[in-house]
């Protein structure tokens, strides 16, 4: 199975400040997503990345930033956290050629006060 | 885009009954239909997927259907541990066949019980 790790594991932040979430993998995808997962709303993809350099909006970009600035690592950034960014973020990789399947790291809670 | 209604949101079962999931879906270009397992604390994994090309895919103790004509895909779980209790997400693929783009469910919280 695909190695995706995730730093870090948990966070506080006060609101108005800035928060970065890595991700790394280790398996030579070209495809990297991030998600949050809040109750109610299952998984809701945030930006997703074709490959080193590429950046793409998801379905809820609002708020969030993302860098890929290696195959291996995708960072989201959120430039001013906000208490509703409370939520738990799943990074994950796949590649096309694997058959579309995505496969999540072990996710990063994030409380902002 | 793509959206993906999922139900029940939650799911009791006796142990070794059978459990079933089902799922909707509007894109008629959707490819692609993962299902994943989520357990307390952990990231979701997938357990199971189906293409477009198929019609029903087995995994041991998972069976999943499509019906591509009623944009409708379900997961069943026949003869249910205890083990099986879990948050389970459908997906389908919203974009294109050139890049995997999945959207979720709402998710189903399921307990299986002794």
């Known amino acids: 199975e695909a190695a995706v790790t995730q730093s870090p594991r948990n966070k506080v932040a006060v609101t108005g400040g800035k928060v970065t979430l890595s991700c790394n993998q280790t398996n030579n995808h070209n495809n990297m997503y991030w998600y949050r997962q809040d109750t109610g709303h299952g998984l809701r993809l945030i930006h997703y990345s074709y490959g080193a350099g590429s950046t793409e909006k998801g379905d809820i970009p609002d708020g969030y930033k993302a860098s890929r600035p290696s195959q291996e690592n995708f960072s989201l950034i959120l430039e001013l956290a906000t208490p509703s960014q409370t939520s738990v973020y799943f990074c994950?990789?796949?590649?096309w050629g694997e058959g579309d399947t995505q496969y999540f790291g072990p996710g990063t809670r994030l409380l902002v006060l | 885009g793509e959206q993906v209604e999922q139900l029940p949101s939650i799911l009791r079962v006796q142990e070794g009954s059978s459990a079933s999931i089902n799922c909707s879906y509007e894109?008629?270009?959707?490819?692609?239909f993962p299902w994943y397992k989520q357990e307390p604390g952990e990231n979701p994994k997938l357990i199971i997927d189906?293409?477009?090309?198929?019609e029903r895919k087995q995994i041991q103790e998972l069976i999943v259907l499509l019906d591509k004509k009623a944009k409708r895909f379900s997961l069943h779980i026949t003869d249910t541990q205890p083990g099986d209790s879990a948050m389970y997400f459908c997906?389908?693929?919203?974009?294109?066949?050139?890049?995997?783009?999945?959207?979720f469910g709402q998710g189903t919280s399921l307990s299986v019980v002794p």
């Open positions: 189906i293409r477009s090309n198929m």
């Open positions: 994950a990789s796949g590649d």
């Open positions: 997906a389908a693929s919203g974009e294109s066949s050139s890049f995997s783009k999945l959207v």
């Open positions: 894109d008629s270009a959707s490819n692609y």
